[in-house]
């Protein structure tokens, strides 16, 4: 599986770069600040959102600490799409965030 690290998303993000970031928490937790910009989809509802996804498109997906994160990796790389886990989730993001 890819990762990426928390600094180095924060990177591509404060670089302007494009991308397209994946937030798997729960609402309540989405609730106290995400990525801006970051689409959220809860890990249970990560399937229902398939046909949404361009598979041409890369991914960057995230949670609270990297673990869920990684399991919507595992889920969405095996339908075939690109996907990245920012290892370390929120929990090691230090740029700014959206409520």
């Known amino acids: ?5 928390a600094k180095g998303l924060e990177k ?9 970031i994946i937030d798997v928490r729960e609402s309540k937790e989405v609730a106290q ?4 910009g970051a689409q959220h989809i809860p890990l ?4 229902d959102h398939l046909d949404e996804m ?3 498109k890369h991914y960057y997906i995230v ?9 919507a990796c595992g889920i969405l790389s095996k339908q075939g799409c ?4 920012m290892a370390g989730g929120m929990l090691d993001w230090s740029g700014e965030v959206e409520k």
């Not at 600040?33 to 801006?36: E, H, N």
């Not at 690109?82 to 886990?85: A, C, G, K, R």
């Open 1 to 5: 599986m890819k990762e990426i690290t």
């Open 12 to 20: 591509k993000v404060r670089d302007g770069e494009r991308v397209n």
């Open 33 to 36: 600040g995400k990525i801006p």
């Open 44 to 47: 249970g509802q990560v399937l």
């Open 54 to 56: 361009g598979k041409e």
């Open 63 to 71: 949670c609270r600490s990297g673990g869920r994160s990684g399991k």
């Open 82 to 85: 690109d996907v990245t886990n």
